[in-house]
Every structure is written in C-alpha cells, then in structure tokens.
C-alpha cells in the first residue's frame, strides 16, 4: 500500500523552505528568455557630451555550468559556423592583392638596411647596429600601414633549434605524397541524369585502445588498464590531430578543410568527429589514420627519481633546483634535451586506434542539420560532464584518471619533472610536483588541454568574430523597416568613435547589484524581441521571434 505524504502545515519550516526563491525566479525567467544570467556592468560614456549609463553585457560564458544561455547562444554560433563552410561550391577566400609600388619600394629599402646591419655586425660597431634596428623596425611599420601583413624577416635572428630525423618509423606504413594544391573545394559528380552534385564527409577518430572496458566504459580489470599511456595520448592528442591533417593533405594532393569538435569516450578517450569538405575514398582515411603518429623527444620519465615525501630544493645562489642529499643542480630542461642520443626511442608515440568511420554527405541531405547538431552537442559541457558518472566503478575510473593526470608532465614547463630529476624550462621557485597549473591536470579536462573545436582557416572564409558581426548586421536589416536604430549594444545610433566601454568591477560603487542587472537585461530583452517581431510581421513573416534565437543582439 503507497504512503500518502501530507503537505507540510502552512507557516512551518518545511512550508517555507518549499518556496522558491525570488532570485531563483528571475534567473529562470532571465534564462528561458535567452539572457545571461551572469551580466557584466559596462559603463557606456559619450566623450561628446559626457552622458554616461551602465549597460548589463553578457558574460560571454561557453559551459552551460556557468551560463546556460551564453552557452547555448556560443553553441549556436558554432553551429552556423560549421554549416556555413561544410557544403561551399567556391573558394571561401580570394587570393591575395599583388603589392603596391610603395611596398616594394620599402621592401627593398628592407634589404638595403639589412645588408648594412651585416656589415656593422660584421665591424662590431654596437652603436650602427641599434640604429639599423630601429630604422628596420620603421620600415615594418610603414609596410603594415600600407595593408602589408606580417613582417618581411622575423625579429629573432638566433634561432638555436634541435633537429630530428624526418624519417618515419619500421612500424608505420608508408603514404602516398601528392604536390597539395590550393583548392579547398571537394569534386563534383554527375549522375546518369545529369544531376551534378558535391559531396562532403563526416568522419570520426578515435584513440588505441588501453585495455578491456565494460558497456559503461569501465576497465575490465583495473590494474592492467593502461591509464599512463591513456594520460600521455590525451596530453598529446591535438598534435596527432594536426599530423592527421597534414597527412591527409599531402596525400590526396589538396587543401582539405574540416570543423572538428573534441569529445570523450564512454571510457573517457579523446574522440575526434569533423566535418571535412570534399570526399575522399574510405580506404584512403583508414590507410592516413593507420599511418599517422607523433612522437614526443622528452627526457625519460617512467620511473620517478623523487617522491613527494623527497623532492629536490630551490637554491637561491644558483638559481636552480638541487638535489636534496648532495645538493649538486640538478640537469636543466636544455641539458636533459641534449643528452638524448640519435638512437634513443621517443618519450611517447601517439596513434589512432582501429575506429575510423566516415560518411558521405551532400547539402540537401535532411541528415545534415543532425550531423551538425551532433558535432556540436557536448560544447556547453566540460569533458568529464559529458557523459553520466552514476556508478562506483565509473567514479573510480575517472578517479585513477585524474590521480595519472596529476602526476605526467604537461609540458617543458610543468613542475612535474622535478620528481624525474629534471629543472623544468625557466625554473623559479615554488614549483610543487603535483600542483602544476596546466589545463591538463584538471579534472573538468580529462587531459586535454588544447581548444574544443578546431576550425581550418579556409573552411568558411570568416572568423567566428566576423559571424557574429553578421548576425548583427541581420538584425539591423530587419530593425531598419521600422526606422529602429537602437540594436542592444547601447549606442543609440551614436557613431563608435564618439564612445568609450569602462568594465565596471565588483569593488566598485557605480557597479549596480546583479539582480538589478538581470531585470534590466530582461526588460531590455522583451523590447528588442517586440521590434524585431514587428519588423518581421511588416516584412510579411508571422513567425515570433525565439526567446533564444542566437540572432538576437548579444547584450545580457
């Protein structure tokens, strides 16, 4: 028989604890209307005539943990963004403008200049040479103001740099290598018909396999689950990633592009799903994902050399760590790099795993707004949030994970290398092995620690600033049919250059509390969708506008 519960007696503690919160309120209602929850105070000042006011503006936040409305509206964005350049029948950027008279004249004035700075050099004349500097670093800056990007020779001129072998390695097979030309855009092909379309891809990558694991992606047998080569592929993913693409393009003899997102596994592994413009056959991306690697030149560290119970000191006099019982330095980041020898085997070599899934599709396929939603589906969430933690065993694993994490050097930087023995580069004092500051000892990253999403530079001819701005632009079109200039950003028609932002900081006493912020980004929210809905029935669209359409202007 199911106990019924009685409702709490109205005035007492459990009665009132049932209430909801007024503040909880207003951010339920500020983020079903697409506003941030966590605005930022702007301080708008017209240096004409003085006027100031203080605008909320979104927090500009990517995890739903933070702001699930700025999230959402960054997923969006990223969303448009991978559908703007998967499917494009022309080049996305046009070549570039040859050089002016006046540039080359410059250019040439470069050249004269550096010819006189060898033969101070040559002179050891100190005193010509600053001069040449500065004379050279005029010439950059003419050049730049002419529309020049980048500098005609880089200001480094000692550049010491340690070589490897190029030479791949007995156990990878070998690729095919085409001259790449400069296309980004995939063939096309023609049906008995005569119908003439270009397909893309969507593929998927994955990492080795580091041990058995059950169907919610736990070990089998935990003690012989790999977990420090698991760690070390994580760190290093976005390399193998960029060797991926590099390979693929050497090998198909074209400018591939691709919208990429990082996600894991069930079992917490990198997993890498893009989408790439252009096809290419199934055997060819198995054959370059089979054959790509990386290998990481790192002095040894399998077997610690200190415990955390016995660490090497900082010494003041010689700016350096030391051992601690015969308190010799010990060997610094370059040192340890120069005793690797020509046949000793790489730190660690990372490779794909077996699972290469690609599949074909074309702009009007009605899958591809689901592939795109898909890509983009764990962006508003941290690695180790994307999948469900419910069990022991799943807790456990994720545990033994971070606890691998912690302890393997990130980078020539990472404290961690003094428990192998090795000063990291640029030593100072405070480093504690286990407490490095990377990205990659965090639990929320699983051990990546590079960017989310990887977009190729071709791929729509627009960054994601530019895509915003259009979206902007999109709003003001529809808001010009009724005469409106005000598009949320609080210039009131008034040009940029006559205006001046201050961020307005908690300690001070201008900055407005944050819920008087939310309901002013509320009411500011409910008026701009008011216009815009009026701008859209004069066009002849009976269609409302969405309290979280990314389109709307992106003050909080």
């Known amino acids: 028989m199911t106990e019924v519960s009685t409702p709490p007696a109205p005035g007492s503690r459990a009665a009132r604890l049932r209430q909801p919160l007024a503040r909880h309120v207003l951010e339920a209602v500020a983020a079903e209307n697409g506003v941030c929850i966590r605005p930022l105070a702007m301080r708008r000042v017209d240096v004409v005539t003085g006027e100031t006011e203080i605008i909320p503006v979104a927090c500009g936040a990517t995890l739903a943990s933070k702001c699930p409305p700025c999230a959402e509206r960054a997923r969006k964005l990223r969303m448009a963004q991978c559908k703007a350049g998967w499917h494009l029948d022309d080049e996305p950027l046009p070549d570039p403008d040859p050089p002016g008279d006046d540039a080359k004249t410059l250019v040439q004035l470069r050249a004269d200049l550096e010819a006189v700075r060898t033969d101070a050099v040559t002179g050891h004349d100190v005193d010509q040479i600053g001069e040449v500097d500065d004379l050279i670093s005029q010439v950059d800056t003419a050049l730049n103001d002419l529309g020049v990007r980048g500098k005609t020779a880089p200001d480094s001129r000692d550049r010491p740099r340690r070589t490897r072998s190029t030479k791949r390695r007995q156990d990878a097979p070998d690729l095919p290598r085409l001259p790449v030309d400069r296309r980004t855009v995939g063939r096309t092909f023609t049906s008995p018909a005569g119908t003439v379309w270009r397909p893309s891809m969507f593929l998927t990558l994955t990492c080795d396999s580091y041990g058995r694991v059950t169907s919610e992606g736990t070990p089998v047998d935990p003690v012989s689950y790999d977990y420090r080569r698991a760690a070390r592929d994580a760190i290093h993913f976005p390399k193998l990633v960029d060797r991926f693409w590099q390979n ?9 592009q691709y919208f990429a997102c990082l996600e894991p596994q069930r079992r917490l592994a990198p997993h890498l799903h893009a989408a790439m413009r252009g096809t290419i056959p199934r055997v060819l991306l198995r054959q370059v994902a089979a054959a790509t690697y990386h290998q990481v030149w790192w002095p040894a560290c399998d077997r610690p050399v200190y415990g955390v119970d016995r660490l090497p000191a900082w010494d003041e006099e010689t700016d350096s760590y030391v051992d601690p019982d015969a308190h010799e330095p010990l060997p610094t980041w370059d040192e340890a790099l120069d005793a690797i020898g020509d046949d000793t085997e790489p730190t660690h070599v990372v490779r794909f795993g077996v699972q290469v899934r690609a599949d074909g599709v074309t702009a009007t396929n009605r899958n591809t707004g689901r592939l795109i939603g898909y890509l983009c589906k764990y962006l508003t969430k941290s690695l180790d949030t994307c999948h469900a933690i419910a069990t022991d065993a799943q807790r456990a694993h994720v545990d033994r994970l971070a606890d691998a994490l912690r302890y393997e050097p990130c980078s020539s930087g990472c404290s961690n290398w003094l428990l192998y023995g090795v000063q990291p580069k640029n030593p100072r004092a405070g480093l504690v092995p286990g ?5 990659v000892h965090r639990r929320e990253t699983l051990g990546f620690g590079g960017r989310r999403v990887l977009v190729s530079r071709k791929w729509s001819g627009k960054s994601l600033a530019d895509h915003k701005e259009d979206r902007k632009t999109w ?14 950003d609080g210039g009131q028609g008034v040009a940029p250059d ?4 201050q961020l307005l900081h908690p300690g001070d006493p201008a900055t407005p509390r944050r819920e008087h912020l939310l309901l002013r980004a509320v009411a500011d929210r409910h008026r701009w969708r008011a216009q815009l ?8 669209d009976p269609h409302p506008v969405s309290a979280t359409d990314p389109g709307m202007p992106r003050a909080a």
Do not use: N, S, Y
Not at 533 to 539: I, L, M, P
């Open 248 to 256: 693929m393009r050497r090998a198909v003899g074209w400018d591939i």
């Open 475 to 488: 709003i003001r079109e529809q808001l010009a049919v009724l005469g409106h200039t005000d598009t949320g």
């Open 435 to 439: 407490r490095c500051k990377g990205k």
């Open 533 to 540: 809905d009026a701008a859209r029935a004069a066009r002849g």
């Open 498 to 501: 006559r205006v001046v932002w």
